[in-house]
């Protein structure tokens, strides 16, 4: 059965500061993997989607690699900024594309 | 750019009582699917609908749980007796096909008192 982890589960960074947040998962025989972003109370913000023949996709500032092999994923972040500071999850579809979650990170960008 | 919206985007209901969750989803999108989140835990599969019928629902989408495309535009979910536990963010989500990524609405959160 897929699971999904994410380390740190917070993290907290002055702003302009470069970070990476993992996200690993148990069975490499992923069709893809997602990147969201979720504000307090809010709904979740599709980043990134790596489909599994990729090794990475970028959008602005972020970057988000996938190594299957070592059932890894990260998310970079450049040049971090207060707005970006939110709860980041990753998510893998399982044989029936449901979504299997992570727990998420926490992130805090100090001003 | 096109999103999925829910609506209402806060239901407080007392036990026992029914609750429908309506959503839009993207217009030109096939797949439809409702998530949960229950305060401080991972978010949760509860049913994926394709082609007019559910294709696939997990264990927590039991005999109180119905979805429903009743026209072409609106995707609900409907609770029949609501219980404690059914409190949680519930989240409408469409997409077209498992190449593309899922667009997931802003979330109903629903208080059971």
Redesign the interface.
Known sequence: KQEVTQIPAALSVPEGENLVLNCSFTDSAI??L?W?RQDP??????LL?I?SSQREQTSGRLNASLDKSSGRSTLYIAASQPGDSATY?C?V?DS?????????TKLIIKP | EPEVTQTPSHQVTQMGQEVILRCVPISNHLYFYWYRQILGQKVEFLVSFYNNEISEKSEIFDDQFSVERPDGSNFTLKIRSTKLEDSAMYFCASGQGMDSPLHFGNGTRLTVT
Do not use: D, E, R, V
């Open positions: 069709y893809n997602q969201f109370g809010k709904g979740l913000t599709s989607l489909q999850l998510a579809p029936n594309y449901q979504l299997i979650w992570g727990a998420g």
